[in-house]
C-alpha cells in the first residue's frame, strides 16, 4: 500500500511506503533522491528521502544521513564516526555500520570498495568512477563516460554484469 502522506514523530514525510514489496513504480520513481554535482540534500528533507528508499526513520540514521547527504562525499565508516562525535552525536560504530551498509543496499549511497580494508560511501550515486589517492586516502569522481571499455568478458554462465567500477590508484607528483 502506497501512502503519499505519513506523520512520524520526526514530522509529515511524503513519499513514504508501507511496505517495499510490489510498489507501483510509476509512483515512486520519481522520488528517488540522488545527490548529484548540482543538487545538495537539505536536513529538513532528509525524512522524506529516508522513507522514499524505504528506509525507517531513526535518530541515528537522520544524523548519520544529515552527514552523507548534505553535500557530494566520498567516506568511510570511521569518517562518519568521527563527525558524529565532532557534533557531540552518540551513535555506536556497529549502527554507524549497519546504517551505512542499509544506505547502499536501497541505493541512497554507494559502496566504493578500494581495498580488502578500505570502503568508503558515497553520496553521488549516478553512473561515475574514481580515482584512488593511495597517498593521503582521499577519492576523486571521474565521469564514466571517459573510461571507454569495450570488450568486457562474458559474465560466468548464469550471471549477468551488474555495474562495472574503476578505481585508478594514483600518488601525488613528487
Known amino acids: 500500500m502506497i501512502k503519499l502522506w505519513v506523520?512520524?514523530?520526526?514530522?509529515?514525510?511524503?513519499?513514504c511506503f508501507e511496505s517495499r514489496h510490489g510498489l507501483n513504480?510509476?509512483?515512486?520513481?520519481?522520488?528517488?533522491?540522488?545527490?548529484?554535482?548540482?543538487?545538495?540534500?537539505?536536513?529538513?528533507?532528509?525524512?522524506?528521502?529516508?522513507c522514499a528508499h524505504?528506509?525507517?526513520?531513526?535518530?541515528?540514521r537522520l544524523e548519520i544521513a544529515a552527514i552523507m547527504l548534505e553535500t557530494k562525499r566520498h567516506l568511510s565508516a570511521d569518517q562518519v564516526l568521527l563527525r558524529l562525535a565532532a557534533a557531540e552525536?552518540?551513535?555506536?560504530?556497529?549502527?554507524?555500520?549497519?546504517?551505512?551498509?542499509?544506505?547502499?543496499?536501497?541505493?541512497?549511497v554507494r559502496?566504493?570498495?578500494?581495498?580488502?580494508?578500505?570502503?568508503?560511501?558515497?553520496?553521488?550515486?549516478t553512473?561515475?568512477?574514481?580515482?584512488?589517492?593511495?597517498?593521503?586516502?582521499?577519492l576523486a569522481d571521474f565521469p564514466s563516460d571517459v573510461a571507454v571499455l569495450n570488450q568486457l568478458p562474458a559474465a560466468p554462465e548464469g550471471t549477468k554484469t551488474a555495474r562495472v567500477d574503476i578505481?585508478?590508484?594514483?600518488?601525488n607528483e613528487q
Open 7 to 15: 506523520k512520524s514523530e520526526y514530522g509529515w514525510h511524503k513519499g
Open 25 to 50: 513504480t510509476a509512483y515512486t520513481a520519481g522520488m528517488i533522491f540522488q545527490l548529484t554535482e548540482d543538487r545538495k540534500c537539505k536536513r529538513e528533507e532528509i525524512g522524506t528521502v529516508l
Open 54 to 60: 524505504g528506509i525507517s526513520v531513526t535518530p541515528q
Open 89 to 108: 552525536t552518540t551513535v555506536s560504530k556497529a549502527t554507524v555500520y549497519n546504517t551505512l551498509g542499509l544506505f547502499a543496499e536501497c541505493g541512497l
Open 111 to 125: 559502496e566504493v570498495t578500494v581495498d580488502s580494508t578500505k570502503v568508503f560511501y558515497d553520496s553521488n550515486t
Open 127 to 138: 553512473e561515475h568512477h574514481h580515482f584512488y589517492n593511495v597517498d593521503d586516502g582521499t
Open 167 to 171: 578505481v585508478i590508484r594514483v600518488h
